[in-house]
């Protein structure tokens, strides 16, 4: 089993940055890759960002693109996202994904490659 804990998120306005951080703990075992995914009420969850185990390979959902960064820390185990120039529509929950992979660039893009989900932390921006 595999734990995740999200921090970082709260208010703020539009334009502004926030950081968003997730911790990994349990059984991480070897490889895999962590990312973002974000939801608000009514819609399906949505793809943000993505890295893989070795950090060479990200991937962005299409409206964040330019604005956010990933990275990770393997020695902690954890990933992080700077999101940058907010948006009003980026107000969601976020949640923090985990998947193990069997190579180091491996990926995951959709929810159903998922295997672990974070509890999620709100992020809201203001106009």
């Known amino acids: 089993q595999v734990r995740l804990v999200e921090s970082g998120g709260g208010l703020v306005q539009a334009g502004g940055s926030l950081r968003l951080s997730c911790a990994a703990s349990?059984?991480?075992?070897?490889?895999?890759?962590m990312g973002w995914f974000r939801q608000t009420p009514g819609k399906e969850r949505e793809f943000v960002a993505v890295?893989?185990?070795?950090?060479?390979?990200?991937d962005y959902g299409d409206s964040v693109k330019g604005r956010f960064t990933i990275s990770r820390d393997n020695v902690k185990n954890t990933v992080s996202l700077q999101m940058n120039s907010l948006k009003d529509d980026d107000t969601a929950l976020y949640y923090c994904?985990?998947?193990?992979?069997?190579?180091?660039?491996?990926?995951?893009?959709?929810?159903?490659?998922?295997?672990?989900w974070g509890q999620g932390t709100q992020v809201t921006v203001s106009s």
């Open positions: 994904a985990f998947r193990r992979t069997t190579l180091a660039s491996q990926i995951m893009t959709e929810v159903t490659r998922v295997d672990y």
């Open positions: 349990g059984r991480t075992l070897s490889s895999y890759a």
């Open positions: 890295i893989s185990w070795s950090g060479l390979r990200t």
